[in-house]
């Protein structure tokens, strides 16, 4: 088996360090800021979409049985409680993971 010539090797070990440099390079830089406005719009999120899901099987519902408000607000607050229940598993992973570092 032939080995490499030495201009061959040293220019894929070139080409592999600016690949790792590339990746490395392409992530978002992260700050107190950065972090703070995903970690706030990630809570964001899981609340309003936990409201928005429950009102709309409540309105369904109470549109389907002829139920009438009963349903739709049974239903936010199911919705509610699961988006508070959502965030605080998201909050607890986050100390899990400071923990860990």
């Keep these: 088996m ?3 010539p030495e201009d061959i090797a040293q220019l894929e070990k ?3 360090t600016l690949q790792k440099e ?8 992260h ?7 995903s970690l706030g719009l990630r809570i ?6 936990g409201i ?3 009102g709309g099987i409540g309105w369904f519902l109470d549109d389907f049985l002829h139920t009438k408000p009963y349903l739709l607000v049974v239903f936010l607050l199911f ?3 699961a988006g508070f229940l959502n965030v605080y598993r998201f909050t607890k992973q986050l ?6 570092e």
């Design 2 to 4: 032939k080995q490499k």
């Design 52 to 54: 928005i899901i429950g």
């Design 22 to 29: 590339k990746t490395l390079g392409a992530k978002a830089p």
């Design 44 to 49: 964001a999120t899981e609340l309003l979409s």
């Design 95 to 100: 100390e899990q993971q400071k923990q860990k």
């Design 31 to 37: 700050n107190q800021y950065t972090t703070a406005a």
């Design 79 to 81: 919705g509610g409680a």
């Design 14 to 16: 070139k080409i592999n």
